[in-house]
């Protein structure tokens, strides 16, 4: 795991303490400490004035030194970082260095800040400008972390300087005292002249040393009293940027290291800090009595959602509240808690009516990557429960909220793999059910029965089942059904300009199946049925639409990670009207996860076109990028088509003109 920002910061002594602490007993203007060996710039100065064409921004990375001393007690982390500015625009933009440290478990130390020119040192620690920034940027969402950001402005910036900037933290680590963790790249995004990264080890326990992608292993030497691991390169070439790159992914070499061996050692320590806890409040114990006689899928839905639902999520993140669990009785008493809080209650409750449960550790954003890491405490950011049912496995994320399902058919939660929480356990990948019905089922009917002079009639049936019913059910609890019905008008009036709704917008919620129901039904005035509408009048099977957020990249050398799995599909109906020289057929096409297909049936006077849209993994690898985006580029252009209905004009809008020359019945769909 990288280190936040890295946690420098020279606070402005103005500045209020944080945590009870004082500026002084956190931060501090000092050398670098005596255990640190100097790098030498020398490679990267010889360079440093020569813009080349693989730094677009302008900017190149001249050294890049971390150097780690690890003892029984804890650690001193130092850090040194110059770069170069060889644009007027990167050195106008680049003089600011943002740090972030944490005054609960760290105390900081700024070594030095120089300017480099023409070859000559220029120290600049005494003229920076420096303001607090950033106190708790996330407590809009709940979460308060105790961390303090500062951003400091270095004067006098030049195009072809370095700046060059070193601090040094000393971390305690009261959650696993005399224990280790580090994650960090050998290669990145921007070229970097010379990169270093040297870990002492004092400590009684033996680093372990993972590496991903090309990374080269570490050079071993001994001391006195310490075994020291150095990485270290120059010239390293840029390696291409892309996004949603798979956590699993090995495409930036990196290693990660750790003091601990197993990841059976850290459920170890997280069985006992996070051991069911059955002292509830009064108030609770009443609703376990009430509860204990359900069936007992019954008692987990009542469980799973009264956590869900009715315990807010606030995460209170300072100090020991990052790894420390609050007890259940005191969760249920202030009606508030963040994943850990939340999960534990959630096994607390499960355990006190008779269910197997223990919460279980992951990462939102790399939990799929975990696999690739070295055992740690630290490797994790959020907290679910495992529930056992038979042999089937159930995670279940209590941080949720107005999930539906009936256990154990839920949204599962999946963030790759997670790790149970109880004595024995390691990494266990966190299996989603593939949905067996359409997540996003659309059903539009055009009733072009009546006589057009009468105009026309529209009704839309949606049903959203899983992951779909839950975003949209917390989507309604956060707006007016007023709003829904207004949203939902206009997206059809912009299609078709003059529509207007019958009724309001009906919305029917089966928690139980987790199926969302939504039913419109519009008009199109005569008078809005103009030449020019009718003439092009389109259709757009939007809902089976999925929303790739990257899929331009045919030649990307590394897979693609998407939002989720999915499935979609849209039937347009079009009554009333002679399509049969429209023939009947299905087309159905499959590019790596992407299964795409498209079918034209008719029922007497009727015509439906089905579409349907299913990505059967949510990642796409690399060599497949090219035929899906192939395939997703084709099946989203036969989505929207066109029927010229002239023939069918109003008689009181027909004129002598059109009822001669009009074209009849025409359809303009794209194939597959």
């Not at 020398?42 to 001249?62: C, F, I, K, M, W």
Request: hydrophobic share 40%; net charge negative; glycine share 6%.
């Amino acid at each position: 795991m990288a280190l936040p920002l890295l946690s420098a910061s020279w606070l402005l002594l103005a500045a209020a303490p944080a945590s009870g602490l004082s500026d002084a007993d956190t931060i501090t203007i000092s050398a670098a400490p005596d255990w640190v060996v100097e790098a030498s710039l020398e490679h990267g100065l010889a360079t440093a004035t020569v813009p080349t064409a693989a730094t677009p921004s302008g900017q190149r990375t001249v050294l890049y030194d971390t150097q780690v001393d690890v003892r029984n007690d804890g650690y001193s982390l130092y850090r040194r970082h110059a770069t170069a500015y060889d644009t007027m625009v990167s050195a106008r933009s680049g003089p600011q260095v943002t740090l972030t440290f944490d005054p609960s478990k760290e105390h900081l130390a700024i070594n030095e800040v120089n300017i480099w020119r023409n070859g000559q040192s220029i120290d600049v620690t005494s003229d920076l400008d420096i303001t607090r920034v950033q106190d708790e940027p996330r407590r809009a969402a709940g979460v308060i972390t105790g961390f303090i950001t500062v951003q400091a402005t270095v004067p006098d910036l030049q195009p072809g300087d370095v700046l060059d900037w070193s601090a040094t933290w000393d971390v305690t680590t009261p959650n696993w005292p005399g224990h280790f963790s580090y994650d960090f790249n050998t290669e990145w995004a921007v070229t970097s002249e010379h990169d270093r990264t040297r870990i002492i080890n004092r400590s009684d326990n033996p680093l372990r040393i993972v590496g991903r992608g090309d990374a080269e292993e570490a050079l071993v030497t001994k001391a006195a009293d310490a075994t020291i691991y150095s990485w270290e390169r120059q010239d390293i070439p840029a390696v291409p940027y892309y996004d949603d790159i798979p956590a699993d992914a090995p495409y930036y070499a990196g290693v990660s290291v750790s003091t601990i061996t197993a990841w059976q050692d850290v459920a170890r320590w997280g069985a006992d800090l996070y051991a069911a806890d059955l002292r509830f409040t009064p108030d609770m114990e009443q609703k376990l009595a009430a509860n204990r006689a359900l069936p007992v899928t019954e008692r987990i839905d009542w469980a799973t959602r009264f956590v869900q639902d009715d315990i807010t999520y606030f995460s209170n993140s300072v100090g020991m509240g990052a790894h420390m669990p609050r007890r259940p009785a005191e969760t249920l008493k202030s009606g508030y808690g963040d994943c850990k809080d939340k999960s534990l209650l959630l096994v607390s409750i499960l355990k006190a009516l008779g269910v197997e449960a223990v919460v279980a550790l992951t990462d939102v954003d790399e939990g799929a990557g975990l696999i690739m890491r070295a055992p740690s405490p630290f490797a994790f950011d959020h907290a679910v429960v495992r529930i056992s049912h038979g042999d089937d496995t159930v995670y279940v994320d209590a941080t949720e909220m107005l999930q539906g399902g009936s256990f154990p058919n839920v949204d599962r939660a999946d963030f790759g793999y997670a790790l149970p929480l109880r004595a024995g356990a390691t990494l266990e990948a966190m299996a989603p059910a593939r949905p067996p019905l359409p997540l996003t089922d659309v059903t539009e009917r055009y009733d072009f029965s009546a006589a057009l002079d009468d105009g026309l009639q529209l009704s839309i049936r949606t049903v959203r089942r899983g992951a779909e019913a839950n975003h949209f059910r917390r989507q309604l609890a956060a707006m007016k059904k007023d709003d829904l019905a207004r949203e939902y008008r206009e997206y059809y009036q912009a299609i078709y300009p003059g529509l207007e709704g019958i009724d309001a917008v009906r919305v029917e919620d089966d928690r139980a199946r987790n199926e969302l129901t939504i039913e419109e039904v519009y008009t199109i005035p005569p008078q809005a049925l103009t030449p020019t509408l009718l003439r092009h009048f389109p259709f757009d099977a939007d809902g089976a639409r999925y929303r790739f957020a990257t899929l331009n990249e045919a030649e990307r050398p590394v897979a693609l990670q998407t939002d989720r799995a999915f499935f979609g599909q849209h039937r347009i109906i079009v009554d009333g009207l002679d399509l049969n020289d429209q023939p009947s057929s299905t087309q159905s096409t499959i590019a790596g996860p992407l299964h795409a297909q498209r079918r034209v049936s008719h029922d007497g006077g009727r015509t439906i076109f089905d579409y349907r849209l299913e990505m059967t993994d949510n990642r796409i690898e690399a060599q497949d990028m090219a035929a899906v985006a192939d395939l997703y580029d084709r099946f989203t252009t036969s989505l929207t088509f066109r029927l010229d209905l002239r023939e069918a004009l109003p008689s009181a809008a027909r004129t002598a003109d059109q009822s001669t020359t009009g074209k009849g019945l025409m359809i303009e769909l794209g194939g597959l």
